[in-house]
């Protein structure tokens, strides 16, 4: 019989979280500083004080290989963890492809994505150092949704700004969350100065994530009870995905083979990190092979069409500089559906390793990945988040380019979430209203003339 599923015990659950940053120094790679806003100096974990707990701010800047992953933090994992590898021998035959394609479910959390991963780790911080508020901004409503999960195991009230456009797009998400305990506002909001300010020059903003991100910020630096919580792009946050990529691994032994290509969506970078990581390690402590691609949307192609250089993380200029590939904090991207791909920066690690060339990045049209999601999803039953489906697209072209060079590839990519949130998404595509932003080449080169001078 053939194996469909590679499915792990509860005792095979990792018990440690990978961090790159242990094994960035031997691929050549020196993570430049983060610089104050203000002062344009390296800033310190005091810094940062007023918006995270320190638990997590020693993560953010640790060098050690592997950290324990708090017992109860495990004991919330095991409602759902470890997630499948699945093998998808049927979307294989339907593409007449000789690849073998694997993939992670991580559509099998509560709230429906990969996201959880991160977000129970930092509401037990926080938690655990007394914090009773916390607050996020979310654009499709998956990380939202992910903390208002974490928050109610927890104990902590929950304040989200969402993105308007995904607000008025998405209310399923929004009542996710308020069915977990969060209020969520829809932002620009009228709640703080920096949301404020962006309604009086235009009250039909649709919002963006930087923008959120402002307003979360400042929610949280201006109240004593209350940190912030980022669903992305930080060190700490990429590390708690990584359990991902390690779960995997172990799968892959229970498989019996190994991948020649890796490829995840790209927001932020936090589930292409998680799923990645702990396999660039073995490239860069072993000199294993492993092709690994990022793929992005072309209405927001930061590693394909960005500038590696400073650059704020928000619109209103409040959180530190960050030295990453950017599209200018001012950048709004194109309403596209994939809402978590809406950002104008990246991770500063998958920023890195892209710079030193240790993986690839492809940008796709909004077409082109809904109409890999629908086929695989008629062949394998899951419907994937508009975000995953990036990654589907691409694990697609490369089965049917093995397809042409009559190669056995081994093809695994990051399934991030499901899409059953999405699905106004889906009907666009099917009755051929969805639009394809072209890439947005003179709105990024006017973002661009806005970077920070450093
Ligand atoms: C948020 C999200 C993403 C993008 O964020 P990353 O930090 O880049 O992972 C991708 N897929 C899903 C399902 C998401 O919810």
Redesign the pocket.
């Known amino acids: 019989m053939e194996s469909k599923k590679y499915i792990l015990s509860e005792k095979d659950l990792p018990k440690q979280w990978y961090n790159i940053a242990a094994d960035l120094p031997a691929a050549g790679i020196e993570m430049p500083p983060v610089l104050h806003p203000g002062t344009g100096q390296p800033i310190g974990p005091d810094d940062l004080a007023p918006l995270f707990p320190m638990a997590l701010i020693m993560q953010e800047v640790s060098t050690e290989r592997y950290i324990d992953i708090p017992e109860p933090v495990l004991d919330v994992y095991r409602m759902w963890r470890p997630t499948p590898l699945i093998r998808a021998r049927r979307w294989e035959k339907a593409l007449d492809t000789p690849a073998h394609i694997y993939f992670k479910y991580e559509g099998v959390s509560p709230s429906g ?3 959880p991963n991160t977000a129970v780790a930092q509401a037990f911080y926080n938690a655990q150092e007394g914090v009773r508020r916390l607050t996020t901004e979310t ?2 409503g ?2 939202g949704s992910a903390l208002a999960f974490a928050c109610s195991v927890f104990g902590i009230d929950l304040k989200v700004y969402m993105v308007k456009v995904s607000y008025q797009q998405k209310p399923y998400r929004r009542i996710l969350m308020e069915t977990y305990g969060a209020q969520v506002v829809p932002s620009p909001s009228p709640d703080t100065e920096a949301g404020r300010r962006i309604l009086a020059k235009d009250p039909d903003s649709p919002g963006s994530l930087g923008i959120a991100i402002s307003e979360a910020v400042e929610d949280a630096a201006t109240h004593d009870d209350t940190r912030y919580s980022l ?2 792009v930080l060190n700490h946050v990429l590390m708690h995905q990584t359990i991902i990529g390690l779960e995997a691994q172990k799968q892959f032994e229970l498989a019996g083979e190994e991948p020649d290509i890796l490829i995840g ?8 990190a998680g799923f990645t990581f702990p396999f660039i390690r073995d490239k860069i402590r072993e000199g294993k092979q492993y092709r690994i691609i990022a793929v992005e949307p072309t209405a927001a192609p930061t590693l394909t069409k960005g500038l590696y250089a400073y650059d704020f993380g928000d619109t209103a200029q409040m959180t530190p500089l960050i030295k990453m590939y950017t599209l200018g904090h001012t950048f709004m991207p194109p309403p596209i559906h994939a809402g ?2 809406r950002y104008h920066g990246m991770a500063a690690q998958v920023c890195a390793l892209y710079d030193k060339g240790l993986i690839e990045a492809q940008a796709v049209h909004q077409n082109a990945i809904f109409e890999a999601a629908v086929h695989f999803a008629r062949h394998e039953g899951i419907v994937p ?1 508009p ?2 489906a990036h990654a589907v697209r691409v694990a697609m072209e490369q089965a049917l380019i093995a397809k042409e060079r009559g190669e056995k590839v081994v093809i695994a990519f990051n399934l ?2 499901h899409g059953h949130f999405d699905l106004a998404a889906y009907d666009a595509y099917l009755r051929g209203e969805l639009e394809d932003y072209e890439y947005p080449e003179e709105q990024i080169k006017e973002a661009l003339r806005h970077l920070p001078q450093v």
């Open positions: 994505s990969h996201k654009g499709a998956q990380w669903g992305s969506a790209i927001g932020g970078g936090s589930n292409f978590g791909l988040a975000e995953s991030s979430g």
